[in-house]
């Protein structure tokens, strides 16, 4: 009777012990990351080694604009970007890179989720990183803005517009597609027109695709926060 009962002691040991590691696995620890008073961004480091991902959780509203800039050495250290309620990822960044910039979809809590691939993962890896993270912005009321009319819609709007806001001395490539891994086809100076050929939301990014306005060069896609509307007449 006794060693039956060191038996079953045993084996609720050791599936006591299998079930935690599964939930050290597929856990997901959530840290909060709250802004100085007065302050739109902030900075956090952290540390992860093999499985854990860590989601850095804060609240945004629908409208505001999201920056979210990874500093890692581990190049296969990634962070994806969640919006409120859902898992499918607005920013994928094994995909899209280390810099996330997008207009917010819906009010809420956001994740930024910071993870290894799974090869590294698996072979218990460990890094440590810093995220820079800036929300600025006004609110989306839903109500139209008024002024100038910049490329923040996916459908219609200008027939033409204007590139700006560039840094100096800097110009604003034009892909081949709707990604900035694409290769580039031309290049744009501040003050140049193009016309607008429509836009698309890709990884929380506005997409526009546009042409020179004599058709000379070839079509191809911008970053839409770098477009205005223009009085260009042909």
């Given amino acids: 009777?006794?060693?039956?009962?060191?038996?079953?002691?045993?084996?609720?040991?050791?599936?006591?012990?299998?079930?935690?590691?599964?939930?050290?696995?597929?856990?997901?620890?959530?840290?909060?990351?709250h802004f100085k008073p007065g302050s739109e961004g902030t900075t956090v480091k952290g540390?992860?080694?093999?499985?854990?991902?860590?989601?850095?959780?804060?609240?945004?509203?629908?409208?505001?604009?999201?920056?979210?800039?990874?500093h890692a050495e581990h190049p296969q250290?990634?962070?994806?970007?969640?919006?409120?309620?859902?898992?499918?990822?607005?920013?994928?960044?094994?995909?899209?890179?280390?810099?996330?910039?997008?207009?917010?979809?819906?009010n809420g809590n956001y994740r930024i989720r910071v993870y290894l691939m799974r090869a590294a993962a698996r072979r218990d890896e460990s890094a440590s990183y810093r995220l820079d993270i800036r929300?600025?912005?006004?609110?989306?009321?839903?109500?139209?803005?008024?002024?100038?009319?910049?490329?923040?819609?996916?459908?219609?709007g200008p027939d033409y517009w204007e590139v700006t806001g560039l840094a100096r001395r800097d110009t604003l490539n034009m892909h081949a597609s709707a990604s900035p891994n694409d290769r580039v086809v031309d290049e744009l100076d501040e003050g140049d027109v193009v016309r607008n050929l429509g836009c698309?939301?890709?990884?929380?990014?506005?997409?526009?695709?546009?042409?020179?306005?004599d058709d000379n060069r070839p079509k191809g896609w911008v970053a839409g926060r770098y477009l205005r509307e223009s009085s260009y007449q042909p």
């Fill in 1 to 33: 009777m006794e060693s039956r009962m060191k038996t079953f002691g045993l084996w609720l040991l050791v599936l006591s012990t299998f079930v935690s590691s599964l939930h050290a696995d597929d856990g997901i620890r959530e840290q909060p990351v």
């Fill in 47 to 70: 540390h992860l080694t093999g499985r854990e991902d860590i989601d850095y959780v804060l609240g945004a509203k629908r409208g505001q604009r999201m920056t979210v800039v990874l």
């Fill in 77 to 106: 250290l990634y962070f994806n970007v969640l919006p409120p309620g859902r898992e499918e990822a607005i920013f994928i960044g094994s995909t899209s890179g280390d810099r996330f910039e997008g207009d917010l979809p819906s």
């Fill in 135 to 156: 929300i600025e912005g006004a609110v989306d009321t839903g109500e139209p803005r008024p002024g100038v009319d910049f490329a923040d819609g996916l459908a219609g």
């Fill in 200 to 213: 698309k939301l890709v990884q929380g990014h506005r997409w526009c695709r546009v042409a020179r306005p």
